[in-house]
């Protein structure tokens, strides 16, 4: 597994994953986008208002994909324009970011109606990773490692701290859900496969490989991440 650069627009594109990031407003959502998606890092980044998305084309396997990363508003004052487009955000998604900040206990408790509402909107079995940001932050804590690794563990979600600041574990972070995605997308390719030589007819194994329908595995222990030392 080889990540691309940060502009490869002229290769061919084998794969495209719509991933989206959600989470309360400031907890460093646009600058994990900005770090993945550019290398770049804005000390005066202003509150994202509506809906933006930037892309990055890796290569996974010997495959390009193209990684389609969707960043919206965590703003209560904007969850009546939110609520009016949340349908449209989480439509196609294949996978997810919860993104909390490890100084503010109250983003951490916001996790599980941000999770409720992914659940509600998007489809049921997207590849989660729940990431608590700004761990260069680590003599402010507020939510410690190990809350949050119990909270992925119960609800079956990979989970990391990063630091978009350091550039810490973002790449890995990305890495981690875009890795399942596509090791998913293999399996059901496989069984498109299996179904054409049972005589299933190629235009209906076709869109099981054309229309992403992602399939949760569920980690285990040894594949939970969790905070570098």
């Given at each position: 597994?080889?990540?691309?650069g940060?502009?490869?627009?002229?290769?061919?594109?084998?794969?495209?994953f719509?991933?989206?990031?959600?989470?309360?407003?400031?907890?460093?959502?646009?600058?994990?986008?900005?770090?993945f998606?550019?290398?770049?890092?804005?000390?005066?980044?202003?509150?994202?208002i509506?809906?933006?998305?930037?892309?990055?084309?890796?290569?996974?396997?010997?495959?390009?994909?193209?990684?389609?990363?969707?960043?919206?508003?965590?703003?209560?004052?904007?969850?009546?324009?939110?609520?009016?487009?949340?349908?449209?955000?989480?439509?196609?998604?294949v996978?997810?970011?919860?993104?909390?900040?490890?100084?503010?206990?109250?983003?951490?408790?916001?996790?599980?109606?941000?999770?409720?509402?992914?659940?509600?909107?998007a489809d049921?079995?997207?590849?989660?990773?729940?990431?608590?940001?700004?761990?260069?932050?680590?003599?402010?804590?507020?939510?410690?490692?190990?809350?949050?690794?119990?909270?992925?563990?119960?609800?079956?979600?990979?989970?990391?701290?990063?630091?978009a600041?350091?550039?810490?574990?973002?790449?890995?972070?990305?890495?981690t859900?875009?890795?399942?995605?596509?090791?998913?997308?293999?399996?059901?390719?496989?069984?498109?496969?299996?179904?054409?030589?049972?005589?299933?007819?190629?235009?209906?194994?076709?869109?099981?490989?054309?229309?992403?329908?992602?399939?949760?595995?569920?980690?285990?222990?040894?594949?939970?991440?969790?905070?570098?030392?």
């Amino acid at each position: 597994m080889a990540a691309g650069g940060y502009g490869d627009a002229s290769q061919k594109i084998d794969y495209v994953f719509k991933v989206v990031l959600i989470g309360d407003s400031a907890v460093g959502k646009s600058q994990i986008l900005s770090r993945f998606a550019r290398n770049e890092f804005t000390l005066d980044s202003k509150a994202t208002i509506g809906v933006e998305f930037q892309t990055r084309t890796l290569v996974i396997q010997h495959k390009s994909v193209k990684a389609q990363i969707w960043d919206t508003a965590g703003q209560e004052r904007v969850l009546l324009w939110y609520r009016a487009v949340t349908s449209a955000y989480y439509r196609g998604a294949v996978g997810a970011m919860l993104v909390y900040d490890i100084t503010k206990r109250q983003t951490f408790d916001h996790i599980p109606r941000w999770l409720e509402e992914l659940r509600g909107h998007a489809d049921k079995n997207i590849v989660i990773i729940l990431i608590g940001n700004k761990s260069d932050l680590e003599n402010q804590r507020a939510v410690p490692t190990e809350d949050a690794k119990e909270f992925a563990q119960k609800e079956e979600l990979f989970f990391l701290e990063t630091s978009a600041l350091e550039s810490t574990n973002v790449e890995s972070a990305f890495l981690t859900v875009l890795t399942e995605i596509f090791n998913i997308m293999n399996k059901k390719n496989l069984v498109a496969g299996e179904d054409q030589s049972n005589g299933i007819p190629a235009s209906l194994s076709g869109k099981k490989i054309i229309i992403p329908g992602p399939a949760q595995v569920i980690p285990t222990k040894s594949k939970m991440c969790c905070k570098s030392s």
